[in-house]
C-alpha cells in the first residue's frame, strides 16, 4: 500500500475552505464599495456601469465555488478510502 500522509491532506481541505471564506469575504467588500460608490454618486451613469461590471467580475468568481467544493469532496472521499483501508489493515 503506498503512503498518504492524512495530515496533508487534512491541512490542504482546511486551507481550501478558508482560501473560499476569504474570497467570499473580499466578495461582499467589494459588492458594499461598488453599492457605497453607486448612493454616493446618486448612481449616475458611470457609477451604474462600473458597479455592473463588479457585480459581473464577483459572479465569475464566485462560479468557482463549484470547483473549489467538488476538489474538497474528492480530498475528503481519498482520505476516507485510505482510513477505511488502514482500519480494516489494523485488525488483522
Keep these: 500500500m503506498s503512503y498518504m500522509d492524512e495530515q496533508s491532506y487534512q ?7 478558508n482560501f473560499k471564506k476569504q474570497v467570499e469575504t473580499h466578495c461582499g467588500i ?9 448612493d454616493n454618486m446618486e448612481a ?5 456601469a462600473a458597479n455592473t461590471q463588479l ?10 465555488y ?3 467544493d467538488k476538489i474538497i ?3 475528503e472521499e481519498q482520505l ?4 477505511q483501508l488502514r482500519a480494516k489493515q489494523d485488525q488483522y
Design 11 to 17: 491541512e490542504m481541505i482546511n486551507a481550501l475552505q
Design 30 to 38: 467589494m459588492e458594499k464599495a461598488g453599492q457605497d460608490c453607486m
Design 44 to 48: 449616475d451613469e458611470y457609477a451604474t
Design 55 to 64: 457585480s459581473d467580475c464577483v459572479s465569475k468568481i464566485r462560479e468557482n
Design 66 to 68: 463549484e470547483t473549489i
Design 73 to 75: 469532496r474528492a480530498l
Design 80 to 83: 476516507e478510502k485510505v482510513r
